[in-house]
């Protein structure tokens, strides 16, 4: 089975998901399940830029820590993984204080 996020990183790179489904030599159906996966990711940019806007306001270090403090709290971890995800492949459309809450919350659960 293709994993997860030489998928989404095929689909970054090509921008269309029958060309990453076969840059991955994968079938059809295993892209539209894929694409379950995808749909997360854009829920969950999506929230982590509403959640950076609601925090920004009390200025970059508030709202870095608003940020990551919400997503470590709130959300599940298929929801974290899904944004780790999109980070990890670019994170294009996270502003700089979502990028740094995310990047702050990787460093946290980093093995010591």
Same mark, same amino acid.
């Given at each position: 089975?293709?994993?997860?996020? /030489?998928?989404?990183?095929?689909?970054?790179? /090509?921008?269309?998901?029958?060309?990453?489904?076969?840059?991955?030599?994968?079938?059809?159906?295993?892209?539209?399940?894929?694409?379950?996966?995808?749909?997360?990711?854009?829920?969950?940019?999506?929230?982590?830029?509403?959640?950076g806007?609601?925090?920004?306001?009390?200025?970059p270090? /508030?709202? *870095?820590?608003?940020?990551?403090?919400?997503?470590?709290?709130?959300?599940?971890?298929?929801?974290?993984?899904?944004?780790?995800?999109?980070?990890?492949?670019?994170? *294009?459309?996270?502003?700089?204080? *979502?990028?740094?809450?995310?990047?702050?919350?990787?460093?946290?659960?980093?093995?010591?």
């Open positions: 089975m293709i994993d997860r996020l /030489e998928f989404i990183l095929a689909l970054a790179r /090509e921008e269309h998901f029958g060309r990453a489904a076969e840059a991955c030599r994968v079938s059809q159906p295993t892209v539209a399940r894929l694409t379950a996966i995808t749909r997360a990711i854009k829920a969950s940019v999506y929230m982590a830029i509403q959640i806007e609601f925090f920004a306001s009390r200025g270090d /508030e709202a *870095v820590a608003g940020t990551a403090n919400h997503i470590k709290k709130f959300w599940d971890p298929r929801m974290r993984a899904a944004i780790f995800a999109h980070l990890a492949t670019g994170g *294009v459309g996270l502003d700089a204080n *979502v990028r740094s809450a995310l990047e702050t919350l990787q460093k946290e659960a980093a093995p010591t």
